[in-house]
């Protein structure tokens, strides 16, 4: 048996103003991440974990939970079906001198078959008795925060974000930092607009009789001017007899720092960053270098870098530039039209949606792939061989 930890006190993560890359199944990884501290975001959090796993030892798992000294605020995001995953993890990680984390974020939101299936991610919005364990067994030993990313619930026609937010409030489990909420069902996954009139819902809808807890919306933040419609605008929003708004203004990103990860700086400086080819091509070659320090220099570590690398640019290709817009900004689902011509050689071949010209572009910052080399991105399936 694990013994008791001595007593510390937890610091909960203010979100408030800030820029916060949401974790990112395989792009979202520690090379990304410093790209993203560069340009201005504030809170980083590492790729979904399994609890599974890390409980087996499994070093690409715990690879997962690796943070850079840039990180000067970081969390981890696990996934489980089972309350006493959950809690042992939890002891492993409050006793592991090695992982600094200030903040441990639990799945509620995968879609995935392959985790739903294991009664975690979206699954477990659906067990709340799991849940409820789960958070009070990790609560008891972490000396960090506890945040809860979820869905609108399973099908868009039956929400239910609302009435779970609001039980876990009467839980009054000491630690629960902030609720992140993807304005999407399970079954939507990434199709169709966030809906964040529901999110605005759920900010108005905890009760005034426990402890309230912030709540940060998420989906389709892609402009200065997304934050300011979706998010900005609906903080402000009033509730009725007297209640509180808790949905606080805070610029959590998703897919929109992947196609955009100059993002944070936009939404800072409130504007339209028209930024070069050149400019990407050199963001380009500093994931590749953080990705050799990252991965290892030799061929094993160039051929992951250059892989992570392409699964990256299957997203940046959809970057149309300000200057060739009709109408500012861009909006989440405007891709470039096909054979559209740039300013550019470099600035074409960067919206090119052919997998060949990603290869293209690892080359000139990765030299020549290998006769035989393949590439399929894992989101996708226009691949390379």
């Not at 609890?51 to 087996?56: D, T």
């Not at 909420?181 to 529901?198: E, M, P, T």
């Not at 402890?211 to 929003?237: C, H, M, Q, T, W």
Request: charged share 25%; hydrophobic share 40%.
């Amino acid at each position: 048996m694990t013994p008791a930890l001595p007593a510390k006190e937890r610091k909960l993560i203010d979100f408030r103003d800030k820029v916060y890359i949401a974790p990112l199944t395989t792009v979202g990884n520690l090379p990304f991440r410093r790209i993203m501290k560069q340009y201005g975001a504030d809170i980083t959090c590492g790729e979904m974990a399994l609890a599974e796993q890390l409980l087996k030892g499994q070093a690409s798992e715990w690879a997962l939970l690796k943070r850079h000294p840039s990180e000067d605020c970081f969390g981890v995001q696990i996934a489980a079906g089972h309350a006493d995953q959950f809690t042992r993890l939890a002891e492993v990680l409050a006793n592991e001198e090695s992982i600094e984390v200030d903040f441990l974020d639990m799945n509620l939101g995968c879609p995935l078959d392959l985790i739903c299936n294991k009664g975690a991610g979206a699954c477990l919005m659906l067990r709340e008795k799991k849940l409820r364990a789960s958070l009070e067994g990790m609560l008891k030993v972490l000396n960090c925060p506890v945040t809860i990313k979820m869905r609108t619930g399973w099908n868009e026609k039956e929400p239910i974000a609302h009435h779970l937010q609001r039980n876990i409030q009467k839980w009054n489990i000491d630690g629960v930092g902030a609720f992140m909420l993807h304005g999407r069902s399970r079954l939507q996954r990434y199709s169709r607009s966030a809906n964040w009139d529901y999110i605005t819902e759920v900010g108005c809808s905890q009760s005034s009789e426990f402890n309230n807890i912030p709540l940060i919306g998420n989906g389709d933040i892609f402009s200065y001017a997304d934050y300011e419609e979706k998010i900005l605008r609906n903080v402000e929003k009033s509730v009725e007899d007297g209640g509180v708004n808790n949905l606080i203004p805070c610029a959590m990103l998703g897919r929109g720092a992947l196609i955009k990860p100059w993002l944070p700086t936009e939404i800072k400086e409130r504007r339209n960053w028209d930024i070069s080819a050149t400019e990407r091509l050199d963001m380009l070659k500093d994931f590749t270098r953080f990705g050799l320090e990252q991965w290892g220099s030799d061929q094993q570590g160039v051929n992951r870098t250059r892989r992570f690398l392409l699964e990256w640019l299957s997203f940046l290709h959809r970057y149309v530039p300000v200057g060739m817009l009709e109408v500012v900004p861009q909006q989440m689902n405007q891709r470039p039209p096909n054979n559209l011509c740039g300013r550019s050689d470099l600035e074409t071949i960067m919206m090119s949606k052919n997998c060949a010209d990603w290869i293209k572009l690892s080359e000139m910052v990765l030299g020549k792939v290998s006769d035989d080399f393949q590439f399929e991105p894992k989101h996708k399936a226009n691949s390379y061989k």
